[in-house]
């Protein structure tokens, strides 16, 4: 959905996120708030182009273009998964078919537009000001009554594009569980160590880089401000995040954990299969093993193989990167609450 409302302005794919999330909803927003507020333009721009609504207008034109580039990589990986599938093309389709199911995008879209402003309401309980601007108290204004639509029009298309990147992110991550439960058919340990398991594995990394990369802009958006987080921001804002990154946790590992013991199983019947011929060559006189060298090399060469079959679909090397990405985003997000609670 956030994808065909950016194909809307028959622009190219990366500049209409630009111009709707960067500048309509960013920028452009900010300065009409701000105008509002305090009626003076030139300091409502000076405030549009500070850190922090830079941080948050690229956060949405962020958002906008992470959906596509994670079915991007989906496409990508269907050039080569589908062969380990008994019914090919027509199984992995069948596999990620929910990406694009519209019903369960607007139920996401709601339920994100509600938990956001619930958050944006908790600080309202703890005596802070409305993130609304209808203001019953006073005379009626056109323009502070304009603005509160816009309010409200621009957080319902931000909603649209923060709740696109965690439903893409969370229905690749259901088909990815779907494909790990297949009875897919993985190719021989001594053409591939990864028994043509990688692509899915590069898959998931590169949706949950993408993932907590929106996570850390997010982040990003709130350290950037001058003010200083009351209570309520941290109990509303940072209870979101939390769930944000536990659940991008969750997706990752739950989909590879059946392909690791898969892989697991595999090595072992692996192992299991090889392990006699090596014992009769072990067991056998020297003159005999030496009579047949090329039986040497081969189960040498066997043996190098299956100890070097993974045991994940991805780089080791490559998750502990990510690790650092989550670790660090969860670390400044705990940081910042500490600081505030003990007033550093």
């Known amino acids: 959905m956030a994808e065909r409302f950016i194909i809307g302005f028959r622009l190219p794919y990366i500049l209409g996120c630009i111009l709707v999330g960067f500048v309509l909803f960013g920028i452009l927003n900010t300065v009409l708030s701000k105008y509002v507020e305090t009626t ?163 898959l998931a990394l590169s949706l949950a880089t993408v993932y907590f990369g929106f996570i850390a802009l997010f982040m990003l958006s709130l350290l950037t401000s001058s003010s200083t987080p009351s209570l309520g921001d941290v109990v509303g804002v940072g209870g979101f995040l939390f769930g944000l990154i536990l659940l991008g946790l969750f997706l990752f590992f739950l989909p590879l954990s059946k392909l690791h013991g898969r892989m697991i199983a595999e090595k072992k019947i692996a192992r299991a299969t090889l392990n006699p011929k090596l014992q009769t060559l072990f067991q056998e006189s020297p003159n005999a093993a030496s009579d047949d060298v090329a039986q040497v090399l081969r189960l040498d060469m066997m043996d190098r193989k299956v100890a070097g079959m993974a045991l994940w679909p991805y780089d080791i090397g490559i998750l502990g990167r990510l690790s650092v990405i989550a670790a660090s985003v969860t670390a400044i997000l705990i940081s910042r609450i500490i600081a505030l609670v003990f007033h550093i």
């Open 40 to 202: 003076d333009l030139w300091r409502a721009v000076i405030f549009a182009l500070s850190p922090q609504s830079l941080a948050q207008s690229a956060l949405f034109a962020y958002s906008f273009y992470a959906p596509r580039y994670m079915r991007t990589k989906l496409l990508e990986a269907g050039r080569s998964l589908p062969a380990l599938m008994p019914e090919k093309d027509e199984g992995f389709r069948k596999t990620f078919t929910g990406v694009s199911a519209v019903r369960p995008q607007v139920a996401t879209w709601i339920v994100f537009l509600a938990a956001l402003l619930l958050a944006l309401s908790v600080p309202v309980a703890f005596g802070g000001p409305s993130p609304f601007r209808f203001n019953t108290d006073s005379a009626f204004s056109l323009l502070e009554f304009l603005a509160t639509i816009v309010d409200v029009v621009s957080l319902a298309v931000i909603s649209l594009a923060l709740s696109s990147v965690v439903w893409t992110y969370w229905s690749l991550s259901k088909g990815m569980l779907r494909f790990s439960s297949a009875p897919l058919e993985l190719r021989p340990y001594y053409e591939d160590p990864f028994l043509g398991l990688r692509p899915i594995g590069s």
